[in-house]
């Protein structure tokens, strides 16, 4: 059980325009891209998660494991001027 994480994703409700909020178990070894977006849901900005899996499906999250949360926090959200700024002349950016 140690692979599996937690994570609560959005699905269709039989409601119109309604949303469940519906918890799954992704094995983390077949994660292969968690991006932060926004989501528009119903007149309501929210703070969600972009996930791709290995067998290419995709699901918008709305709660992730705080391990990956933290991971992605890390890893803050920067122009390339900010970065250009703050790097050392010797220290190069690749774009490749």
Do not use: C
């Not at 949303?19 to 932060?36: A, G, Q, R, W, Y």
């Amino acid at each position: 059980m140690g692979k599996l994480k937690l994570f609560k994703i959005l699905t269709d409700s039989n409601q119109q325009m309604d949303f469940d909020v519906t918890p799954i178990l992704i094995n983390e070894d077949h994660l292969v891209s968690i991006k932060p977006i926004k989501m528009m849901i119903n007149d309501h900005l929210l703070d969600g998660y972009w996930i791709r899996t290995s067998n290419g499906k995709k699901y918008r999250a709305v709660e992730i494991p705080e391990d990956l949360k933290t991971l992605l926090d890390q890893g803050e959200k920067k122009s390339l001027n900010e970065m250009m700024s703050s790097s050392s002349p010797t220290e190069q950016i690749s774009l490749q």
